[in-house]
Nanobody, 122 residues
Framework: QVQLVESGGGLVQAGGSLRLSCAASGRTTSKYAMGWFRQAPGKERDLVAAVTWTGVRTYYADSVKGRFTISRDNAKNTVYLQMNSLKPEDTAVYYC???????????????WGQGTQVTVSS
């Protein structure tokens, strides 16, 4: 089992930045692809960004390309999502996720965090 705990959400004005962190604990000796999903009220949960175990390959949804950056520090069992130039439409609950298929970017998560709220005001 792997436990994922997100932090770093909050309220920010449009154009601002936030950095989300996701700390993994438990069975962290295994290799996982990691990613961030988000879910706005009344909408489906969508993949925003993903990174393979090695960190070499990444994926970004078209809506966040050029503004968000995903990274990981395997020594700290932590994955990050740097979010710049935030827009009101980025408002959502952001979920960290881990996939046992460590080289896959089309995540089908085996583990989820509890979510962190990001609110962008206009």
């Amino acid at each position: 089992q792997v436990q994922l705990v997100e932090s770093g959400g909050g309220l920010v004005q449009a154009g601002g930045s936030l950095r989300l962190s996701c700390a993994a604990s438990g069975r962290t000796t295994s290799k996982y692809a990691m990613g961030w999903f988000r879910q706005a009220p009344g909408k489906e949960r969508d993949l925003v960004a993903a990174v393979t175990w090695t960190g070499v390959r990444t994926y970004y949804a078209d809506s966040v390309k050029g503004r968000f950056t995903i990274s990981r520090d395997n020594a700290k069992n932590t994955v990050y999502l740097q979010m710049n130039s935030l827009k009101p439409e980025d408002t959502a609950v952001y979920y960290c996720a881990a996939d046992n298929s460590y080289a896959r970017l089309e995540l089908t998560p085996d583990y989820w965090g509890q979510g962190t709220q990001v609110t962008v005001s206009s």
